[in-house]
């Protein structure tokens, strides 16, 4: 059995909802729809960052450390996280065909403690999980589907690590060795890696950057004649026939993942974040009008316009790593491109930024301007297809170089937002909550609620709260992972502790989200209190 995940027909809609209690059918209604909204306050967005493991470029910040210092920087990277206004993580955790558990696999990454294969002493990804959902952020598993290594020395791969064993599955090119794409027992390691994860760990996504088949190095070829002459049949042995059946591979893995992961756990959604040029209008019509030196589909062999059109993923955020005006791919242009091919599908676009250009001597003058970044997320917000970005790096994130993410909070993050709702997962948005109350504390005022959400947005409004008041964030006050969610705990008391100063009586309403992020109607107090001692 498998889950079909197209689009329902407004027949089947009719029926489903005549077939549903009344109060089911409210809670669909989008108050978005019909109240007054502010376009600087969404109510739902997404808002991450990447977390590179890979040659430690994020965390940990070097191989060996102590587990306490390895989970003392992750909390770290969160609490910044949090404190610019992000709701999502993508964390690395198989960098080089290496994990960051322990997997019955693949062995441990040799960047958690510089030796291949050693065990670190603790589950650094169920940690991680542990303590992004304790903030209610929202956690991506990002894998490496192909690389085994940095370098080409297969001498220092982990002793009985798959690549180790299988040394005939192993390509070097361009200083680094890489699995062959082409051989099915390859692909079938990296889906079994991944499905090890959905169904082990509580993570919300599985998440590929660019890296398919490596990027071309000049005067280099990559050596998969003898697997296209085992795999290849059906594509004629030609240039094209080979660039054809390299994409069909990759074309494999993403559809395969797409039907295993969602059959296994349906709401975990599966994103790509590729080089955000496809192709070059000059050399595909359907391409964007820019000039760019890599095209997705011609030099890394990802088809990931199709990947779209096929509904394949649940997101796509293509790395548009350029300013705008930039001539040879300009942001401005790009953005619209994707947000076309996504447009009539399900497929949410985020957009990848180079927070690590900003005040970059190195970099094109454009990005020594703080407000580029902001500039960016303004003119998305001219875009309605994009719902939402993904920034690179952690640690840039935390530099904050030219004060620019202090810019996008101020400019952008100022209220909270709801993860966008992921379409296709069976279900319908759960129950309101139930024994609501506000009181005041020392700390400030207590909300306390029952639900079965996965987890809950909370709402606060001067005096007396209405249907508008989730219409968008703007009295939006804070998200919250439920509290003991997946156990029968998730079903008691939750609680958020409201620490503002708030003049005047306040009203808090509380709606409950499910693991797609169907809300809830809502729940309101029945007036409560300044929460000033």
């Known amino acids: 059995m498998f889950i079909v995940r ?46 590179a493991s890979v040659a430690n470029i994020d965390w940990p ?20 996280a949090v404190d610019t206004g992000l709701n999502a993580v993508v964390v690395q955790v198989r960098p080089t065909a290496d994990t960051f558990w322990p997997s019955r696999l693949e062995p441990w990454s040799t960047y958690l403690t510089g030796t291949p294969g050693r065990d670190p002493g603790y589950d650094p990804l169920a940690f991680a ?14 894998f490496n589907p192909y690389r085994v290594s940095m370098g080409t020395d297969r001498g220092a791969l982990a002793p009985g690590s798959p690549a180790a064993r299988h040394p005939d599955w ?13 051989l099915p027992q390859v692909r079938a390691l990296t889906e079994d890696v991944i499905l090890e994860v959905v169904r082990r760990y509580d993570v919300d996504a599985v998440h590929f950057d660019d890296y398919f088949y490596p990027y071309p190095v000049a005067g280099q070829a990559f050596d998969d004649d003898a697997t296209f002459a085992a795999h290849g049949a059906g594509f004629p042995d030609t240039a094209q026939g080979r660039a054809d059946w390299r994409r069909h591979n990759n074309d494999l893995l993403v559809s395969d993942l797409d039907r295993r992961v969602h059959r296994v756990k349906p709401w975990v959604k599966l994103g790509v974040s590729p080089f955000a040029v496809w192709r070059n209008r000059a050399t595909d019509p359907r391409g964007s009008a820019t ?8 030099d890394l062999y990802a088809d ?22 930039f001539a040879p791919a300009d942001y401005g242009v790009l953005v619209p491109w994707w947000a076309d091919q996504v447009r009539g599908t399900d497929v949410q676009l985020y957009v990848g930024q180079a927070t690590y250009k900003v005040g970059t001597s190195t970099q094109d003058p454009a990005w020594s301007d703080p407000a580029e970044m902001t500039r960016h997320l303004a003119f998305d917000r001219t875009v309605p297809e994009v719902d939402g970005d993904v920034y690179f790096s952690a ?8 004060g620019h993410m202090d810019r996008v909070r101020a400019d952008h993050y100022r209220h909270p937002a709801i993860v966008p709702v992921t379409a296709g997962v069976p279900g319908r948005a759960p129950r309101p909550v139930t024994h609501l109350t506000a009181r005041r504390t020392s700390a400030g005022v207590a909300v306390t609620w029952r639900g079965t959400g996965s987890s809950y947005a909370v709402y606060r409004v001067a005096g007396r709260a209405d249907r508008c008041t989730t219409a968008d964030a703007t009295h939006l006050v804070a998200t919250v992972h439920a509290t003991g969610h997946g156990t029968q705990r998730s079903r008691g008391p939750q609680r958020y502790v409201d620490r503002a100063p708030v003049a005047g009586r306040a009203t808090y309403v509380v709606t409950a989200l499910d693991r797609a992020y169907r809300e809830s109607r809502s729940r309101a107090t029945r007036g409560c209190c300044t929460n000033r001692p």
Not at 11 to 40: E, K
Not at 170 to 182: A, C, E, I, Q, T
Request: charged share 25%; hydrophobic share 40%; net charge positive.
């Open 291 to 298: 000039t760019a030196g890599a095209q997705t589909y011609d």
């Open 170 to 182: 192993v390509r070097s090119y361009g200083g680094k060795l890489y699995y062959d794409p082409g």
């Open 395 to 402: 640690k840039d994130v935390r530099a904050d170089r030219l």
């Open 61 to 80: 910040s070097r191989p060996g450390l102590t587990p306490d210092r390895q989970r003392a920087e992750l909390r770290g990277l969160y609490d910044d």
């Open 129 to 142: 999980v542990r303590e992004a959902h304790a903030r209610n952020l929202e956690f991506h598993a990002w």
């Open 6 to 51: 197209s689009r329902p027909s407004v027949l089947v809609l009719l029926l489903v909802a005549a077939l549903l209690p009344l109060g089911a059918v409210r809670a669909a209604a989008d108050p978005a729809r019909t109240c007054p909204v502010d376009p600087s306050a969404p109510a739902r967005q997404l808002r991450a960052e990447w977390i």
């Open 304 to 325: 990931t316009r199709r990947w779209v059109r096929q509904e394949w993923l649940d997101y796509i955020a293509p790395q548009v790593y350029w300013n705008i005006g």
